[in-house]
């Protein structure tokens, strides 16, 4: 098995940043890719940002600039800086990790969702 833990969201005011981090563990062979996803109210989950095992990353148009996605290889954790937030930044946002097992097995595992709030 895989666990996901994702940290770092909460209520900050517009214009305002904020880092979540989302780290994978359990019986894990290799990781290739990491993604952050979010879901507004109302709306389909999309993804933000994502990036690969050697670190060659793709943004959704609307957050290039902004948000930065990295990844820590040796903690198998995932970051997403958010700068410069909106309120329509608001959402649930989610961590997903393909890689495989030790068994050699695939897997695909999403995070829990951390909420972010963008408010004054």
């Known amino acids: 098995q895989v666990q996901l833990v994702e940290s770092g969201g909460g209520l900050v005011q517009p214009g305002g940043s904020l880092r979540l981090s989302c780290a994978a563990s359990?019986?894990?062979?290799?990781?290739?890719?990491m993604a952050w996803y979010r879901r507004a109210p109302g709306k389909q989950r999309d993804m933000i940002a994502a990036?690969?095992?050697?670190?060659?990353?793709n943004y959704a148009d609307s957050e290039k600039g902004r948000f930065t996605i990295s990844r820590d290889n040796a903690k198998n954790t995932v970051y997403l800086q958010m700068n410069s937030l909106k309120p329509e930044d608001t959402a649930v946002y989610y961590c997903?990790?393909?890689?495989?097992?030790?068994?050699?097995?695939?897997?695909?595992?999403w995070g829990q969702g951390t909420q972010v709030t963008v408010s004054s």
């Open positions: 990036i690969s095992s050697d670190g060659i990353t």
């Open positions: 997903n990790v393909v890689g495989s097992y030790q068994s050699r097995l695939p897997f695909d595992r």
């Open positions: 359990g019986s894990i062979f290799s990781i290739s890719r």
